[in-house]
């Protein structure tokens, strides 16, 4: 039981900080790893695939984001969106393998949404960038122990 709250948790943090929501899953990460309780090939694919079904939703949001693009309440300008699809337009899907990084990353999912990548070309990018991310961050903690 324990086992599994573990790795819901994990699931659910990576979940969340994958999404425009302000979280970090990899302290969650780091705590289990150093726990030593649980697998490390186990961890991180928890930890991928939650973060890939969050920038999953950012991309979904992205889909439908236009239609909104003229109402009042939009909380992003023209200009500002214009500038987005301009950047992906210039940087194309493989800017997509910057969507690790803090700050860019989730509204680079969004925009891939919006620009409307092909779900399966997204999710093999999304996938290895993030994967890759947590990869490292396992190797450097367990290099650490």
Known sequence: MLLSSAYLGLLLSAFA?????????????????????HATWALLAVATLGNVLGSWVNWLLGRSLE????????????????????WYARYGRWSLL???????G????????????????????????KGARYGVLAAITLAWM
């Open 17 to 37: 900080a994958a999404t425009l929501l302000p979280l970090q899953s990899e302290a969650v990460l780091v705590a289990l790893l150093l726990g030593g309780a």
């Open 98 to 104: 910057l969507s690790w990084m803090p700050v860019i």
């Open 106 to 129: 989730d509204p680079l999912t969004l925009v891939a949404g919006v620009m409307r990548e092909p779900l399966w070309r997204f999710a093999l990018i999304v996938t290895l960038a």
């Open 67 to 86: 239609h909104y693009r003229h109402k009042r309440w939009f909380p992003v300008s023209d200009t500002r969106l214009e500038q987005a699809q301009a």
